[in-house]
């Protein structure tokens, strides 16, 4: 079975300050991994994916994630923070081949302060 | 190009009623997928439908149960409901389901509420 694991329920950052949301993930052939944003009382937004190819990923709204498949991570990141950027990040993981289920993590909720 | 819509945005059942709640893919997407997403958790994958058959299931129990229609649009059922069934339902769609890594585009959701 794939799973993710998310570091850090909650996190804080200055505007400005670089983001880092954590991801580890869990799988026994090679995931795909994605990134999604969920903004308050709305649904889920991808921001990036994983599937082959280039282990760094580049996103929607500035953000990147790096595939490591050593570490079994994919951590997000963004040089400089937003205020914008305030809402609730979930990391998920599918597998190769036949029907696709995603499995999210328990999400992040990112604060940005003034 | 309207994406995954989905209704009722909002609803109150009490214990024990039933609801239906309905999706209409993106333009163009096949595949539709149910997901459950409890307060403060992540979603949950309830089912998949592709060509009006449920292709794949998550750990919930046969009340939930679903209908994909030739158009694509999907509806979800849950009977008999639980206090616990209290949720945002989220629908989403891909193009082609055995291609995994396909992206998955997800409505607002519906918000159930069990009294």
């Known amino acids: 079975a794939q799973s993710v694991t998310q570091l850090g329920s909650h996190v804080s950052v200055s505007e400005g300050a670089l983001v880092l949301l954590r991801c580890n993930y869990s799988s026994s052939v090679p995931p795909y991994l994605f990134w999604y944003v969920q903004y308050p009382n709305q649904g889920l937004q991808l921001l990036l994916k994983y599937t082959t190819g280039a282990t760094l990923v580049k996103g929607i709204n500035g953000f990147e994630a790096e595939f490591k498949k050593s570490e079994t991570s994919f951590h997000l990141t963004k040089p400089s923070a937003h205020m914008s950027d305030a809402a609730e990040y979930f990391c998920a993981v599918s597998g190769p081949g036949g029907y696709q289920k995603v499995t999210f993590g328990t999400g992040t909720k990112l604060q940005v302060i003034p | 190009d309207a994406g995954v819509t989905q209704s009722p945005t909002h609803l109150i059942k009490t214990r024990g009623q039933q609801v239906t709640l309905r999706c209409s893919p993106k333009s163009g997407h096949d595949t539709v997928s149910w997901y459950q997403q409890a307060l403060g958790q992540g979603p949950q994958f309830i089912f998949q439908?592709?060509?009006?058959?449920?292709?794949q299931r998550g750990n919930f129990p046969d009340r939930f149960s679903g209908h994909q229609f030739p158009n694509y649009s999907s509806e979800l059922n849950v009977n008999a409901l639980l206090l616990g069934d209290s949720a945002l339902y989220l629908c989403a769609s891909s193009l082609g389901q055995a291609r995994s890594g396909n992206t998955i585009y997800f409505g607002e959701g519906s918000w159930l509420t069990v009294v």
């Open positions: 439908y592709y060509e009006e058959e449920e292709r």
